[in-house]
């Protein structure tokens, strides 16, 4: 299958600079598979689509001020490190850019000395492998050193970095939002809970995998980097029950989704457990356990275009997205919202 066949042309204009305020006013697509009808809402109207007994499954990872702007201690060459995943205590898993090479041992300062990160080792994917030295907290010197990594194509900047978090963030360790959960306010989560429906959370911390170009030809050729997961015993619990007794679960953006098909067994059912996921959806996939896909519009050729249309199909997918062009539906992070049922 051809990565350029998930390709669409997207007005520059369509780009979301920042977040509705208040969230739950973006727009709604919503997609009806088996009616393969498009219906456009206001996004606050989804709790009109469940049924008391369903369950709402988000993930709740929270975005850490993962982007480091410092030096080579030798040289002061400029180096800009974007934290993707904890390897063990002090190692980071990195994305690295600068003038020049950034070889094994190199040494690079952040703030007034606060923080130095060794090189130690080089990725598959082109990233460093960085040991931190500090003094105090590695989590505090970060707060007050560190940037939030907000997508290349969010050019405006926050006036407030909680915009850039969902309103029930909670597990630090994200390199990006999970931001289907953007759309969320407390107000409409608690009309949700309200009408009976279940809500659990699990952890997927978003890095590479997620946010990686697609630099290949065809879609089988492309590695998804891993993420780190996590579900526990309580939430497999509702999700197993929900299942059970033939009631829906909704899944909150595609690394709920990763997460939920990844803990799933062949017959839909779910454990507690913790770990790594490389799972790659595309067409052709079969979904073991999620019934309903709240999404965002996703950049042309990504991996996330490609879940989605494994979950639409293809054709109703890449229809959607035109649709949604025409009518001027806003994109990206900060952008409107999309439920496929």
Do not use: C
């Not at 505090?140 to 907000?150: A, F, K, R, T, V």
């Amino acid at each position: 299958m051809k990565v350029k066949d998930f390709d669409f042309e997207l007005p520059e204009e369509l780009i979301a600079q920042e977040p509705m305020e208040p969230r739950d006013e973006s727009r709604l697509m919503v997609i009806n598979k088996t009616e393969d009808k498009i219906e456009d809402k206001i996004f606050k109207e989804i709790i009109d689509y469940f049924e008391p007994g369903d369950t709402l499954v988000r993930n709740n990872t929270k975005v850490i001020p993962a982007r480091l702007f410092g030096h080579k201690e030798k040289t002061g060459g400029k180096v800009e490190v974007l934290l993707l995943n904890q390897v063990k205590l002090d190692q980071w898993e990195t994305l690295v850019r600068a003038n020049g090479n950034v070889k094994i041992g190199t040494r690079i300062v952040f703030g007034n000395e606060e923080l130095v990160a060794e090189v130690k080792e080089m990725t598959d994917f082109g990233g460093r492998v960085v040991e931190f030295e500090y003094d105090g907290v590695f989590e505090e010197i970060l707060d007050q050193l560190g940037n939030m990594p907000l997508p290349p194509y969010i050019t405006k900047e926050l006036d407030d970095a909680d915009k850039y978090q969902t309103v029930y963030a909670k597990k630090r360790g994200a390199a990006a939002a999970p931001t289907a959960g953007l759309h969320f306010t407390d107000n409409l989560l608690a009309q949700i809970k309200d009408k009976g429906v279940n809500i659990v959370d699990v952890t997927l911390h978003v890095g590479l995998g997620t946010f990686r170009p697609v630099k290949v030809d065809t879609i089988e050729e492309h590695d998804m980097h891993s993420e780190y997961y996590e579900i526990s015993k309580e939430a497999a619990q509702v999700i197993n029950e929900t299942k059970k007794r033939g009631n829906k679960v909704f899944s909150v953006g595609t690394t709920s989704t990763r997460t939920l098909e990844t803990v799933a067994d062949e017959n839909g059912k779910v454990k507690a457990s913790k770990g790594w996921t490389d799972i790659f959806i595309y067409p052709g996939y079969e979904f073991k356990l999620v019934d309903a896909l709240i999404t965002n519009f996703h950049l042309p050729q990504s991996t996330l275009v490609m879940l989605v249309s494994a979950f639409a199909g293809k054709d109703l997918t890449m229809r959607a997205y035109q649709q949604a062009v025409e009518e001027e539906y806003r994109f990206y992070s900060f952008g409107d919202g999309m439920l496929i049922i």
